[in-house]
């Protein structure tokens, strides 16, 4: 069987599909956050390890050079500073 083969750009688009998908998964969250001004179903472990895990990604990713990854996971991060601001 062949490898799976995506031109560049077509591996930059996964990155950046992926990586917003991932972003965007925390606006529910962070919307419910402000209309009930609750944080109390949130973990705080979870929150700060989820932080620490894409803190990490993101360093790995502008290591490597691979913006289509980086770009969207900063916003991730910045979706759970915004998430634990509120806790």
């Known amino acids: ?13 996964l990155g950046y599909v992926g990586g917003g998908i991932l972003a965007l998964s925390l606006v529910p969250q962070v919307v419910k956050l402000l209309l009930t001004r609750s944080a109390a ?3 705080l472990l979870w929150s700060l390890l989820y932080l620490l895990g894409t803190v990490l ?30 806790i």
């Open 57 to 86: 990604s993101l360093v790995y990713l502008l290591l490597i050079d691979a913006l289509a990854g980086a770009i969207p996971v900063a916003f991730e991060v910045a979706g759970c500073l915004v998430t634990l601001g509120l």
């Open 41 to 43: 179903d949130i973990s």
């Open 1 to 13: 069987m062949e490898p799976l083969s995506l031109s560049e750009a077509g591996r930059d688009a």
